[in-house]
């Protein structure tokens, strides 16, 4: 059960009421304090006070002081009046129960509307930071769209300028024209002036002269056909042909029938190896080549397209199985396809022809040191 404290003191005005209640230990951590219209009271364990109020006060602006063991509370009073006596007389339980619960609903409400209020509050200053931003960002939107349309127009401004310094330009270009074509047709006239004066006089000196005889008229009219202005030449274009050469040498450092007869040679065995190949039917003649055909699977291989790669270095070797480089690029390709038996498979066919190769043209030397090459 809590201790009621009974011994506290009070005094009065008529607009305040002052209560002096001594709490040993007292502190504002610890003591709580609660306070409405007609109800007062202080809880610190074991202390209780609480006091119903003859009168209804100011419980917004009345005061309390916690210090030196003691608890003053200064009340306002709502009506000026001199009270008879600070608490209700004769109180039951009963109606103590309901002033304390009035009391608390009363503070409840008071708290709800309190937050209410600052939730409005916080809402209306929300709103206001959001109007106050959107006019900045509006402000500066406004500012960065009128530096654009400045930056515009000066750029149009510089392009009008640039045009119009164009234009003069080729204004004075096309007055200086026609003033050298003016002059240029001044000269002309001029000069056709001077030589049908010239013509003119020599026809005369020629009539004049006629008769001297036939021999003097005709070195007369040779003078006059000699001194006489050429028609100017006609405008044409000359075709040059240059002689193909399939050989990178020069024609003079070349024997033409050796090489004719090699030509003639491959361009037979390439059709007599054509005819058994229907897949070259559609391919142009270079593309009928085992060389061209080997760098186009090496820059499939370099793509990463192997199947296609497969694919020349097949026809490739259909046109000449003698290569071992076409071997051995097909088994790179079997290789980055994981078809290992493949890939061994023509690594063998290109070391037999390689070796073949070595024992018909290379000395056994040479031979020895391909055979500890490849490890064999």
């Given amino acids: 059960m809590p201790l009621q404290v009974s011994d506290y003191t009070w005094q009065q005005t008529k607009t305040s009421v002052f209560i002096s209640v001594p709490l040993r230990g007292v502190s504002v951590r610890d003591a709580d304090v609660f306070c409405t219209e007609n109800y007062l009271k202080v809880n610190f364990p074991p202390f209780l006070f609480e006091v119903f109020l003859c009168a209804p006060i100011d419980d917004e602006n009345s005061k309390a002081k916690i210090g030196n063991d003691t608890i003053i509370f200064t009340l306002y009073k709502k009506e000026v009046a001199m009270w008879e006596t600070l608490s209700l007389p004769g109180v039951e339980k009963e109606m103590m129960q309901r002033i304390r619960e009035k009391s608390i609903l009363q503070a409840q409400e008071r708290a709800k509307e309190a937050t209410e209020a600052k939730a409005a509050a916080r809402r209306e200053d929300q709103k206001y930071a959001l109007n106050v931003m959107m006019q900045i960002e509006e402000e ?142 559609d391919l142009k003649e270079e593309e009928k080549n085992p060389e061209w055909l080997k760098d186009k699977g090496n820059k499939l291989f370099a793509t990463e397209n192997y199947l296609a790669a497969i694919n020349a270095y097949n026809l490739a070797i259909r046109l000449n199985n003698k290569i071992p480089l076409l071997y051995l ?32 043209t290379r000395p056994m030397k040479l031979y020895k040191m391909m055979l500890r090459r490849f490890g064999i």
């Fill in 140 to 281: 500066e939107r406004k500012k960065i769209e009128d530096m654009k349309e400045n930056e515009r127009m000066k750029a149009t401004k510089e392009l009008e300028a640039w045009k119009e310094c164009q234009r003069k330009a080729e204004e004075q270009k096309r007055i200086h024209r026609e003033e050298k074509f003016c002059e240029q047709e001044k000269q002309i006239e001029e000069e056709r002036k001077k030589f049908k004066h010239k013509s003119h006089t020599r026809i005369s000196a020629s009539r004049n002269l006629a008769t001297k005889g036939r021999n003097s008229e005709n070195i007369f009219l040779e003078k006059l056909k000699e001194n006489s202005i050429p028609a100017p030449r006609s405008v044409g274009s000359i075709k040059i042909n240059f002689t193909p050469r399939v050989f990178p040498t020069a024609l003079r450092e070349s024997q033409v029938a050796e090489e004719e007869e090699w030509l003639h040679k491959q361009a037979e065995a390439r059709r007599a190896l054509n005819t058994d190949i229907p897949e070259l039917s």
């Fill in 329 to 360: 690029n097909r088994a790179a390709c079997h290789l980055k396809l994981k078809n290992l038996h493949k890939a061994i498979e023509d690594s063998s066919k290109a070391y037999r022809i390689m070796k073949l190769h070595l024992r018909l």
